[in-house]
C-alpha cells in the first residue's frame, strides 16, 4: 500500500485532512468541522464534504494506479442529507466499479456517531503520465 500523501501547501491540508489506514477494502480519511470547514451559521459546508470526498477517491485511485498512471476526478454527484457543527467527520471510500481507465467510487461522510451526513459518488479518469 502506498505511504500517506504529502499534503503541505494544499487544500487538504488548509482543511485539515488525514489519510486513515484502508480497512476491508474500503478507503479513510477525516477531516475536523472546525472554523475552515464550516459555512456561516456554524455548521459542516457541502463544499468541504465534497472536498473531502473527491480527495479520498482520488487517494484511492492513485494507490490502484501504476506508476505510469494518475487519476483526475472527472464527475462529482453529491447529496448532503445530514450536518455536523463541531468534532470530526470520516470519510468512507467504497470502489463500485474499478476499470482500465474510470474509477467509479461512492464515498459516504459520516460523524462520529456513524450517521451518514453526505453521499457522493465520484468518477476518476486515469491518465497516463506520457499522455
Known amino acids: ?15 485539515g ?7 476491508n477494502g474500503k478507503y479513510y480519511a477525516s477531516m475536523p468541522v472546525d472554523h475552515r470547514t464550516v459555512q456561516i451559521q456554524g455548521c ?3 463544499g468541504a ?3 473531502l470526498a473527491e480527495t479520498l477517491a482520488g487517494y484511492a485511485s492513485s494507490t490502484l494506479c501504476s506508476q505510469e498512471e494518475f487519476p483526475v476526478g472527472i464527475s462529482v ?8 457543527c463541531a468534532g470530526t467527520v470520516i470519510a468512507e471510500a467504497t470502489p463500485i466499479k ?3 481507465r474510470l474509477h467509479l467510487w461512492q464515498v459516504d ?6 450517521d451518514i451526513l453526505s453521499t457522493v459518488r465520484i ?9
Open 44 to 46: 459542516l459546508h457541502g
Open 49 to 51: 464534504s465534497i472536498a
Open 17 to 23: 485532512m488525514k489519510i486513515l489506514p484502508m480497512q
Open 98 to 100: 474499478l476499470g482500465k
Open 77 to 84: 454527484t453529491a447529496n448532503h442529507i445530514n450536518t455536523a
Open 123 to 131: 468518477t476518476n479518469y486515469l491518465i497516463s503520465h506520457n499522455s
Open 1 to 15: 500500500m502506498n505511504k500517506s500523501p504529502d499534503f503541505r501547501n494544499t487544500l487538504m491540508e488548509a482543511l
Open 109 to 114: 461522510i459520516l460523524n462520529e456517531n456513524k
